[in-house]
């Protein structure tokens, strides 16, 4: 799933981007409000890693979720 994908179905998302980063807060949740930057940002800050570690972190999480399209059914 690319992240276009993630920020337009945020509402949905934000379950499992709380279920894999446990340490955000609701606050945080409605702060990053899909953005890509923001989660990073806030991965950063809550488990006090590098950005690029945060980066990496954050893709392998997009390509687990991947899920099938529409055409694909």
């Not at 606050?27 to 806030?42: E, N, Q």
């Not at 800050?45 to 690029?52: D, F, L, P, Q, T």
């Amino acid at each position: 799933m690319n992240w276009d994908q993630i920020e337009g179905n945020w509402k949905q998302m934000k379950g499992k981007v709380k279920q894999q980063w446990g340490q955000l807060t609701d606050d945080d949740m409605t702060k990053i409000a899909g953005k890509k930057d923001v989660l990073v940002g806030k991965i950063q800050e809550r488990y006090g890693i590098a950005k690029s570690e945060a980066e990496r972190q954050l893709e392998d999480f997009c390509t687990t979720q991947q899920q099938p399209t529409a055409h694909s059914r």
